[in-house]
């Protein structure tokens, strides 16, 4: 069976980090690119950080570059999202999902977990 799941997320000041993992199961990590998505109260869910199966490039939404670091540990089967910076605009339940070659559609992932609230608040 299939299955990500999510944990790391909790609530956290401003200028916080966190560090959220994805724990894979039923495949094999290295085969599959990983993304990060975040979905706030009353919006779309949105790409937040995608890491592709091969060469560990990686991709990142504008509102976090500079403040999120995705990685993986295929030996581990986990991939991680460490968060810097946090803001307060970052609050939401964080997912991880599958996908062959990294995508700005979310409709190209699946296998999502279940997520993780992140709550960036002082």
């Known amino acids: 069976q299939v299955q990500l799941v999510e944990s790391g997320g909790g609530l956290v000041q401003p200028g916080g980090s966190l560090r959220l993992s994805c724990a894979a199961s039923g495949f094999t990590l290295n085969d599959y690119a990983i993304g990060w998505f975040r979905q706030a109260p009353g919006k779309e869910r949105e790409g937040v950080s995608c890491i592709s199966s091969s060469f560990g490039s990686t991709s990142y939404a504008d509102s976090v570059k500079g403040r999120f670091t995705i990685s993986r540990d295929n030996a581990k089967k986990e991939v991680y999202l460490h968060m810097n910076s946090l803001k307060p605009e970052d609050t939401a339940v964080y997912y991880c999902?599958?996908?062959?070659?990294?995508?700005?559609?979310?409709?190209?992932?699946?296998?999502w977990g279940q997520g993780t609230q992140v709550t960036v608040s002082s």
């Open positions: 999902a599958a996908t062959y070659r990294c995508s700005t559609r979310i409709g190209d992932f699946g296998s």
